[in-house]
């Protein structure tokens, strides 16, 4: 079976490659649905026209008691609606979960010609995707499934970190990684209930001022900077999307913008969405600022086969900055096209 082409392609030295090739689908946002409940199918048609990417959800988030119904409730809302251009993805329980295999064995019966990722969570190492490699490969035979299933690996556990680079090469078959800050959290012993985000404990004090009551200024820092950098250098080696996941404070959109912005100019090209007002902040986000574009528009424009040195506004540009330029450009490209 044919898998599609990686995400990422080596810029050319020298001469400019042709914009936007290959062809990425845009993935701003990946909004979680959870299927059990009817009311939220119901939205579903109107869901597709607002998102990149819906996401039926059947792990943690959705009750012991239900997981049955959610995956039911899964293949209806495949059936059922059109996605057209918007993605349809499913986050499947972990490995080691008694649900795991009717998950695989009925979303790829039912409605295999129509998923187009599995988001597989807890992922060790290489040897989680090759079991699920293997398995989605005989399925799509004995289905008659002519389009690859692409797999989306959660970063979610210290293993997991320890074996990024192996797990983003494991198969022609990844699409993508995204960050799992509330089980990684967990799985390293870091000393937080939150999902995703700061702490107001984890900062930097300055040093002691001259002034014998001045206060000391506090500087709170990034907990998840480490992780999304090493998981953005596997992605990027290996031709796959990295993503930021869950932001779980929805009383605090700027905290998620933050969060999400940090991310996007670290390398990633989407976040999760669990609530609808996160749709719009990912949007924004994830789109480049026209500011910047217009900015790298003119670096293009000043140095037309991307080689040489020249000024402007007082900066300098070169080679590499012509490449970064690119990147911005052609990310414009996309969200316009
Ligand atoms: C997501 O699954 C997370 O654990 O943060
Ligand atoms: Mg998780």
Known sequence: MKLPSRYYKPLAIGAPAPFSEPPVTLERMIHFVPPHLEKVRAKVPDLISRV?????????????????EARRGLIEMGRANDFGGTGLWARINCLNSPWVLDDITGLVGEIGDKLDVIMLPKVEGPWDIHY???????????????????????????EGVNNVGAIASAS?????????????????????????????????????????????AFAQQDLWHYT?????????ANGIKPFYGPFGDFSDPEACET???????????????????????????????PEEVRFAARIIEAMPDGTGAVMLDGKMQDDATWKQARVIVDLARQVAA
């Open 172 to 216: 022609p078959r990844m699409h993508g990684m995204s960050l799992g800050p509330a089980d990684l959290a967990a799985s390293r012993r870091m000393k937080t209930t939150r999902v995703g985000g700061g702490h107001p404990a984890y900062g930097v004090l300055a040093d002691p001022s001259d002034e014998a009551d001045a206060p000391r």
């Open 132 to 158: 699920l490699d293997q398995l989605l490969a005989q399925l799509e035979a004995r289905h008659g499934i002519s389009r690859p299933i692409m797999i989306h690996a959660i970063l979610e556990t210290a």
């Open 52 to 68: 990149d990417v819906v996401l039926g959800n059947l792990e943690d988030a959705i009750p012991a008691d239900a997981k049955d």
């Open 259 to 289: 969060q999400f912005r940090n991310a996007f100019l670290m390398g990633c090209v989407g976040a999760w969405s669990l609530h609808p007002n996160q749709i719009d902040i990912a949007k924004r986000v994830f789109s480049p600022d």
């Open 228 to 236: 999304i950098a090493r998981m953005v250098d596997a992605c990027a």
